[in-house]
């Protein structure tokens, strides 16, 4: 019976690891190294530090032409900016808003509860301008992607000068080692000293990689923190309960021969 | 088991006139249950306690979501970002079908070992699987909601299906979708009818509860309940049990909730619909794989019969057959305790279902485990066959020519026999 | 089961242990059972993005002197009106005890030239008349409330009719001299 209940359970575990991981594993491009990330583990947690270098390097280069459309910058507040920086940096975009009474549209200076807009009008303006492929919304692009972080960091980083020998790459192509079939639109983002830091971070295309991947995880993810905070609590609370429930079956089960 | 006189006046006056207080007495308190049950028989309660965890997390979720192509996405990302715990029960939610499916799986396989499907509980199983078949649809209509990649394009794959049935197929398939694509009218009739069908579960769970209070528990022995000294009262034994294993189940749960939600998810779902472009490797949730093994191994004709129609065929049998096995199972023994060759075939059934849901999820030109010459096709193929052979050929066979062991004459002795072992 | 021995002898204190465990273990998930449906309650308060907007700011430049405009604020219009003189005065002028709802016009305003309420009726939640050039301003020269004809002067003070109180005067705050945060 036990052995029964053993294997069922171990079952249940093994078919969500087996067809989950099956799952991931589908597709034909390299798979991407694991990189440490802060916010891994039980206890990992973002670093405010890193998320607001990499909202430097999403401002001054990715979003060029990407959208970040769910998020406000009221959503700042998440990587650590205070109420005056946000509207400091809101301030800096402007906004198109109306109808006014004319009945026109017109744009003024970004307010706290706008959202980031989009570098285009539209997306076919957004695949004229690029080749006729339209550059992704970035907000949930880490928890799109098979791979995660890992992908999008490798992606960054996965540029190479030429294609190997024999590789029949398209015109305004570019290879790319993670990027599935390796042909990709999108030129080589970064580079050494793209951003400038000014906390001494180095600033090498690899650093700028792995802060925008951060906060890109933070853009996919704002919940994250708040999220294992209350599932620790959540489980401890568990636990005990379930282990007096158990203390209480044993009591009430003690005379029954079963 | 008569009717309890009631002390308290206001609950005398009550059950005089509608006597809910003493069917729930009668059901949920003296009901007389088996008192050698493992805990193999939690996962019938916990289907129950999560199908309530279901309809209620769904419940608040519409409150913030919009059944409109222009804005489900959008306000799914409200709820997860903006909404107070909105994130929280989304994903209670999102993995809550998941576990459902988990505790049903394992319900049915137990269901399955212990011959609890055998005369006389033909009925309680049929509601079973009529359970399963409405979690499916419910399930497969509610992962459209998000208006992700994954929605839009299972949704177009699974409705076309019906289009191989002959002359009325397209047709079909147009008053499905309200249009000539996955649109708008789709997503707003799946809304519909993904929060109508909880409620037709609920009502086939209570028809499932009664077919199973009237025909009593079956048990690890499969022998009836003869004496009342083989029974004890539901309440408190088995009521304590249960709340033990909803703990157990909870931690389990809250594992994939608070640090894994996305596990058992596919990324592309967190990328918007787009009618133009199909994601590279189409895979439903993993629940649904053994049943897409199934659809995709069928790539022959047999009598002229289309691939694409005898695969859906084969898809829906795979189901339909579970209907009948109270009669293809010719053993006079219920429980696999005691049929020491029918056991083996139960684990090789397991097994198989196990391989068809890897093959589910890999494309079929790949090989099965990376073995060269495998293929996955060829692998679902031999799977598929075994999944139904084993109903039909190595139950009637084995239940005919196997040598069982001897049944212990009643509960109780098999209990004081295990008891004397240990 | 390995304790289905028991003496007689320890059998009461094991009862009471047993009481006590019970009734631990209830009270604990008690607390489990509360504890999970307060998220669920509280997903039914404003969310952020709706508490982002809970303040707006409005530009007063535009009002002339004797004019009035609506502004939406948190789902409900605001009136703001550029007082004149004569409108201050009246509303400056009236004694206490004659209002159904006594209030001084210097504690409803923070300038004078402004006045800025809740534009919805306290009776029964009507939008008054009266912010529009040429609509009907009731007999107190403020709002008048078409639904049940509750009158209001021009502090938005009720002064006849059903309402019981004077129109609600919103959190706000001069941010420059022409405009206004309100919430």
């Known amino acids: 019976m036990r052995k029964f209940a053993l294997t069922a359970i171990a079952a249940a575990f093994a078919v969500t690891a087996f067809t989950g991981g099956a799952a991931k594993a589908a597709g034909d491009a390299p798979v991407p190294e694991a990189q440490d990330w802060s916010w891994q583990g039980l206890f990992g947690t973002y670093d405010r530090a890193q998320l607001q270098r990499g909202f430097q390097v999403y401002k001054n280069i990715c979003a060029g032409c990407h959208s970040l459309r769910f998020i406000a910058f009221r959503n700042l507040e998440g990587i650590g900016f205070n109420e005056d920086q946000i509207k400091a940096i809101a301030a800096e975009y402007d906004i198109e808003d109306g109808p006014n009474d004319d009945g026109d549209m017109f744009t003024r200076p970004g307010l706290a509860s706008d959202y980031f807009p989009s570098p285009f009008p539209n997306e076919k303006a957004a695949a004229a301008a690029n080749g006729g492929a339209i550059p992704p919304d970035l907000s949930l692009m880490n928890k799109a992607r098979v791979g995660g972080p890992d992908y999008v960091f490798g992606l960054l980083t996965g540029y190479e000068e030429e294609a190997p020998e024999g590789f029949d790459l398209a015109d305004g192509k570019y290879y790319n080692h993670y990027f599935p079939g390796h042909q990709i639109s999108m030129a080589p983002p970064l580079y050494d000293e793209a951003v400038e830091y000014t906390d001494g971070t180095p600033m090498t295309l690899e650093q700028h990689a792995r802060d925008v991947t951060a906060f890109l995880n933070w853009t996919a993810q704002p919940e994250l923190e708040a999220r294992k905070a209350l599932g620790m609590k959540v489980i401890l609370f568990l636990l005990v309960l379930t282990a007096m429930l158990y203390a209480v079956k044993r009591k009430i089960w003690r005379d029954v021969e079963h | 088991m008569s009717a309890p006189q009631w002390n308290n006046k206001v609950v005398k006056w009550v059950d005089d006139r509608l006597p809910v207080i003493s069917m729930l007495h009668h059901s949920a308190y003296e009901y007389p249950t088996p008192k050698n049950l493992s805990y193999m028989w939690n996962f019938g309660s916990l289907a129950g306690f999560v199908l309530v965890t279901m309809i209620l997390t769904g419940i608040f979720l519409v409150m913030n979501y919009t059944p409109h192509t222009d804005m489900a996405f959008e306000s799914v990302e409200r709820i997860m970002r903006d909404v107070n715990y909105g994130w929280l029960i989304r994903y209670i939610h999102m993995n809550g079908a998941s576990m459902f499916f988990i505790v049903v799986f394992i319900h049915i396989f137990r269901g399955l070992y212990y011959g609890s499907y055998k005369a006389p509980r033909e009925m309680l199983w049929w509601i079973g699987i009529l359970i399963l078949l409405a979690m499916m649809a419910t399930a497969f209509m509610g992962y459209v909601l998000p208006w992700g990649q994954m929605s839009f394009w299972g949704a177009t794959v699974i409705t076309n299906l019906f289009s191989a049935f002959p002359i009325i197929g397209d047709p079909l398939v147009t008053w499905l979708w309200g249009g000539f694509s996955v649109d708008n009218p789709t997503l707003n009739r799946f809304f519909s009818l993904h929060y109508l069908m909880p409620f037709v579960i609920l009502g086939l769970v209570v028809l499932h509860v009664w077919a199973l209070h009237t025909v009593r528990s079956n048990n690890p022995t499969g022998v009836e309940i003869k004496t009342p000294a083989d029974a004890i009262p539901f309440h408190p034994y088995y009521t304590i049990k249960d709340l033990y294993g909803i703990g157990v189940f909870l931690i389990f749960f809250s594992v994939f909730v608070f640090f894994a939600p996305d596990f058992l998810g596919h990324p592309d779902n967190y990328i918007p619909a787009n009618p133009l472009v199909t994601p590279p490797h189409i895979v439903p949730e993993w629940y649904f794989l053994p049943f897409y093994a199934i659809l995709r191994s069928i790539d022959f004709t047999i009598f002229g019969i289309p691939a694409k129609l005898l695969g859906v065929l084969a898809m829906f049998a795979s189901i339909v057959i579970l209907f009948v096995i109270p009669w293809l199972d010719t053993s006079k023994v219920r429980s696999s305790k005691f049929r020491p060759v029918y056991k083996w075939f139960f684990w090789l059934f397991v097994i198989d279902t196990f391989i068809l849901g890897y093959c589910g999820a890999k494309a079929p030109d790949d090989y099965f485990l990376g073995i060269p010459g495998l293929k996955v096709i060829v692998m679902g ?29 009643s509960i109780s002795e098999s209990v004081m026999k295990e008891g004397a072992n240990a | 089961m390995s304790q289905t021995v028991h003496s007689s002898g320890e059998h009461q204190p094991d009862e009471n242990r047993r009481d006590f465990l019970t009734l631990a273990t209830t009270a604990v998930g008690a607390v489990g059972v509360g504890c999970a449906l307060l998220p669920f309650v509280d997903s039914m308060n404003p969310s952020k993005d709706v508490l982002a907007l809970a303040s707006v700011e409005v530009n007063l430049a535009n009002i002339p002197v004797g004019q009035a405009i609506k502004v939406m604020w ?18 400056e002028d009236v004694a206490l005890n004659e209002l159904v709802d006594p209030q001084t016009d210097d504690a409803r305003v923070e300038k004078k030239e402004w006045l800025v309420v809740v534009g919805v009726c306290t009776h029964l939640g009507c939008i008054p008349m009266g912010t529009a050039t040429g609509e009907t301003r009731g007999d107190y020269d403020g709002w008048y409330c078409p639904c049940h004809g509750s009158h209001y002067d021009t502090s938005g003070r009720i002064r006849r009719g059903p309402a019981p109180l004077n129109l609600v005067v919103p959190e706000y705050e001069f941010l420059t001299d022409t405009s206004v945060r309100i919430g």
Do not use: D, W
Request: proline share 9%.
């Open chain 3, 74 to 91: 948190r789902g409900k219009p605001v009136f703001i009106r550029h007082r004149t003189e004569r409108e201050i005065n009246e509303a």
């Open chain 2, 381 to 409: 193929q031999l799977s598929t066959l075994y999944y139904f052979a084993h109903f039909l050929v190595v139950m009637p066979l084995v239940g005919k020519m196997e040598r069982t062991k001897p049944l212990p004459a």
